[in-house]
């Protein structure tokens, strides 16, 4: 693996992370027990090592190399946006939360979906930005 690390790359990975935190979720938030759930819990686990031993080398190699000012601008932007939308989503859940319509479990389940959400719009929203050189 040469090939330069783009911004690209680290801000789509993020998406991984945010596959990681649903499943870690559901592993700690479930009530019930499957035979399955150990293979699952393993696998999950092995890959998260290997995964973030992989992404610590593409980040010290992307460190290494010369920034892209432009790709760094389009990243804030896209961070800014967003925050935005996040906060709105965080107040709907928790006025969900409190009217008694989503329970415990269900608030957890909407905020890391919403973590998952977001990753993928900021890594779209990037994409978008930086493809038209805004």
């Known amino acids: 693996m040469k090939a330069k690390v783009t911004l690209k790359e680290l801000v789509g990975t993020r998406i991984v992370y945010a596959l990681l935190l649903i499943l870690y979720y559901w592993m700690w938030a479930r009530r019930d027990w499957r ?9 999950v686990c092995i890959f998260t090592v290997v995964f973030f ?7 010290r190699r992307y460190n290494k190399e010369q920034k892209d000012e432009l790709a760094i601008q389009n ?3 896209a961070n ?13 859940v928790a006025f969900a939360g409190a009217v008694g319509a989503l329970g415990g479990p269900a608030m957890g389940y909407a ?8 990753a993928v719009i900021r890594f779209i929203l990037f994409c ?3 493809s038209k050189g805004v």
């Open 35 to 43: 035979p399955y759930y150990e293979t699952v819990q393993n696998g």
């Open 53 to 59: 031993l992989l992404q610590a080398g593409r980040i």
């Open 75 to 77: 990243l804030r932007r």
């Open 80 to 92: 800014t946006l967003g925050l935005r939308l996040m906060t709105a989503a965080v107040i709907v």
């Open 111 to 118: 905020l890391v979906w919403m973590v998952f959400a977001l």
């Open 128 to 130: 978008a930005m930086d």
